[in-house]
């Protein structure tokens, strides 16, 4: 089969095109990418769990950002396309690995992590909340990213995942106590517990 | 039936994620210290909320003029193989076509040429020939043939498949 590649020349050339065939300026560009890149990245990361993966697709989120036609009425809507386009690109990963997952339905099977593994975080003063996030299903990740780290509210993360508000509060409810149970009793801090 | 929100959520995780949770207001505080969805949320919001500056902070992204670049090439790209797309569509069903025409021209021909091999081997062979010379004869024919029997075969088999190679290069 043939391979259709550009030459230099061509590279060149689409430097030229670009902001022809995309929907903002290299420099409207720039100061956005600023902006949001760390966040989507960090976002990435943590759904995916996997760091090279999440540079790959950090790249495709904004190929994909840029080629869109929507018109975007604010800087918070241009974000949330953003991580829309993100959570699509999570999401078709699910798909591709879904044969290969390991079903974690089950809260009583999650493992907490390790009293070691505990000692050496706090140590450093910190918890590895990358690790315990991947004891979660994939979509809890999201879920609990988007909602207590990006701080989206259940109607905005209900249409990046495609869900109904009311489904979504049950899911978010469930990947909560899952997350805590992996965290563990020690982690827990204010609010009254049983 | 268990509760899975709670109305004052959205409140909590604005306080916790703007820094401003020590100094919320006490009511807000002790109603998460009496609901357990809102104390869950401070703990989740707080742990998830420090993760991320932190990994922010580490996080090793390329720079937005690369991300620029890359997305231009792959974009001039894309371009370039939708502009061939019909062209390999036309190649394809001018293939096609050639191949059909062929079959069709073989076939009005196929009379005609039995027609000429019979009278051929009428003339070569005489018509007080014998049965048995006469199939020897045939036979030798039909063993020269042989290697373009195959060829032709292979053509018929190859060629679809040359033809759908030539129709997924993009």
């Known amino acids: 089969m043939r391979e259709l590649v550009l030459t230099d020349l061509e590279r060149v050339g689409a430097f030229d095109d670009a902001e022809r065939t995309f929907q903002m300026t290299e420099e409207a560009f720039r100061v956005f990418y600023e902006q949001t890149a760390r966040p989507i990245w960090v976002y990435l990361a943590r759904s995916t769990g996997d760091d090279r993966l999440a540079d790959d697709l950090l790249q495709e989120t904004y190929y994909r950002f840029l080629r869109t036609r929507t018109t975007f009425e604010s800087d918070d809507h241009r974000r949330h396309y953003l991580f829309r386009i993100a959570t699509n690109l999570v999401r078709d990963q699910w798909r591709r690995a879904r044969t290969d997952a390991v079903d974690r339905s089950d809260v009583s099977d999650v493992p907490v992590l390790s009293e070691d593994h505990a000692v050496g975080d706090r140590a450093l003063g910190r918890i590895d909340v990358a690790r315990a996030l991947e004891q979660l299903k994939p979509r809890e990740r999201s879920l609990l990213w988007l909602a207590y780290a990006q701080g989206f509210s259940h109607e905005e993360i209900a249409a990046q995942l495609g869900l109904r508000t009311g489904s979504l509060k049950a899911l978010l409810f469930r990947a909560r106590r899952r997350l805590i149970a992996v965290l563990g009793d020690r982690y827990r801090s204010g609010g009254r517990r049983d | ?170």
């Open chain 2, 1 to 170: 039936m268990t509760e899975h929100s709670c109305a004052r959520e959205t409140d909590v995780v604005s306080a916790v994620l703007s820094r401003r949770w020590a100094s919320a207001n006490e009511d807000l505080k002790s109603h998460a210290a009496g609901c357990e969805i809102c104390g869950d949320v401070v703990s989740l919001a707080s742990l998830l909320s420090a993760d991320q500056e932190r990994a922010r902070y580490e996080a090793r992204v390329p720079a937005a003029g690369q991300v620029w670049w890359r997305a231009a090439v792959r974009a001039r790209l894309e371009a370039a193989h939708t502009a061939v797309r019909p062209m390999t569509w036309l190649q394809g069903i001018a293939s096609a076509c050639a191949i059909g025409l062929a079959l069709a021209v073989g076939g009005m021909a196929w009379p005609s040429l039995r027609e000429l091999a019979s009278w051929s081997v009428l003339q070569t062979v005489g018509a007080d020939t014998r049965v048995e010379d006469i199939a020897t004869l045939a036979i030798a024919a039909l063993q020269r043939s042989l290697p373009l029997a195959f060829v032709v075969a292979a053509f018929i088999v190859l060629a679809p498949v040359a033809l759908y190679f030539a129709l997924t290069d993009d």
